[in-house]
């Protein structure tokens, strides 16, 4: 195999960077093509990966970003022309067949998928005989639009837009996340991943600073540099765009994730609403997926040859026109099955009055038709269920917030920031895949207020590992109660016999997430904090999780690739 640097030329003219690996194999051949702001060179491992199946392989930095010249601006349209215009170069090659795979993870997936949703409307050199009236708006000839599009989608940790990165499906701001991307990544040509973590060092303080708006001002003294789009990241708040549109592909898509990883819901819901065949492999795993050196050793799956598996099966046909996929249980190195069926049946007479007894009998569970999956309910009011420590009422102080970095708790109940509730041990193991929920009944006295579910598993040591995390914002007349749901996410995790859950309710998640002020402002422009006091219902509240009724135990790549 043989790999060279060549220029991909784009509509405005632009010369994207891009590495060409090339197998020493029959030709035309198949294509797979990474477009990423990280570096290509960090994917050549991969590119040579791919050609020894007999792929060729092209790993390209976007526009703006280390060989490429231009302006780099996350999110924005020409991420959607440029792919569209290396995607119809690729086709026009010697060496190709003519099918193509868009690869990408976290921001490279985002380039992958809007190539493959947006790419009709995208770029690609018209020529000089083309008819003026038959270019589009952004300058795509009408008839050479259709080359853009590539002919199926591999998503891995989706970063599916500048909102969806910023925000949790909630409202609540990523604060800590974002600000390590930015300090990273934003308004420069290459990346320095460890900026954050030197700026906080000098200025340990430095995510307190207030507004948020404004955080980059501070931020620049330690970096040396400014960041002008940081006031930008917070002003979009459009979401779900690339998930709606992908209800309209007919194009084959592997989604694959991490339940750690803080894009776990935004994959399920790719994958849950595109409208081609879709597979969904979601394993212990955070970010960095099968990379993380913390990654379960019982957990491991070789992604690189699950994905030229997949790849060979989507180009070939050979896809059921279906969307299922595979949940870890955690890291006990069983996968299970997960496929889109009926939606749950609405609740009986008889369903409800089994709801309402569960403070007498402890969890219960409802399935839904043809589910594998079950709803079991753990009141908050009930001995069998989960028992209240202390904190029904506590104070939710910005000055004083429940940080996310630390899993400790309080060990009474004087002065109260959260609530805290402990279920008795598990009598037997428990397998959980699916989305989880807790509904809770709480008031808080002022007119904007975080509510921030945090769910941990304790082994029979004492061993805190977290299991699930929500956060919700809503606004209202203070003192006024009401009932609210707080998504948990998607779990996959066996639970031994034995295991406690420890659930707390908290009013803010600092540094992960940006504080509520409080005060009904903006928590972006908000400059001014005040104190909220909190009561939570626990005859109102419940915590649902989504137990394994039926198991039914899968090898990971057959499930994806059949």
Sequence with gaps: MNTRAVYVPTPDGTALATDVCLPDAPRPLPAVVIRTPYGREAHRAELRGWASHGFAALAQDVRGRHGSPGEWHPYRDHERADGAATVAWMRAQAWSNGEVVAVGASYAAYCALVTALAAPEAACDAGPDADPGDVHRDGTPDNLRRDGVPDAVIAAVPALGLTETAREPGGPERLWARAGWWAAHGDRRDSDPDALARALADDP??????????????????????????????????????????STARLPLLAVGGTRDPFAEDTVALWRGWGGPSRLLLGPWGHRLTADPAAPTRARVNLGALYVRWARAALAGRLEPTRHGAIALGD?????????????????????????????????????????????????????????????????????????????????????????????????????????????????????????????????????????FGIVRRTGPPGEAADISVPLGTLGRRLPAGTRLRAEIAGHHFPAHARNPHTGEDPVTATRLAPSRRTVNPRGSALHLPVVARRRYVEPAPEICR
Excluded: K, M, Y
């Design 205 to 246: 303080r430095l995510l307190e600073h207030l507004p948020v708006a404004r955080l980059a001002e501070r931020l620049a003294e330690s970096l040396g540099r400014e960041l002008p789009s940081w006031p930008g990241l917070w002003a979009d708040r459009a979401r779900g765009r690339l998930v709606a549109l992908g």
């Design 332 to 468: 006990s190195g069983r996968w299970h099955s997960t496929r889109l069926r009926s939606t749950p049946r609405p609740a009986s007479t008889q369903d409800a009055t089994a709801q309402d007894a569960t403070a007498q009998e402890g969890p219960e569970w409802r399935a839904g038709v043809d589910r594998p999956e079950a709803e079991w309910s753990w009141s908050f009011d009930s001995p069998t269920g989960l028992r209240l420590l202390h904190g029904a009422e506590f104070n939710a102080d910005p000055d004083r917030p429940v940080r996310s970095d630390d899993l400790a708790v309080p060990a009474d109940g004087e002065r109260a920031d959260r609530c805290l509730l402990l279920s008795p041990p598990l009598p037997r193991p428990l397998d959980l895949a699916g989305a989880a929920v807790a509904r809770i009944n709480v008031t808080a006295d002022t007119p904007c207020a975080d509510w921030v579910v945090r769910l941990t598993a304790l082994d029979p040591t004492g061993r805190a590992d977290p299991l699930a």
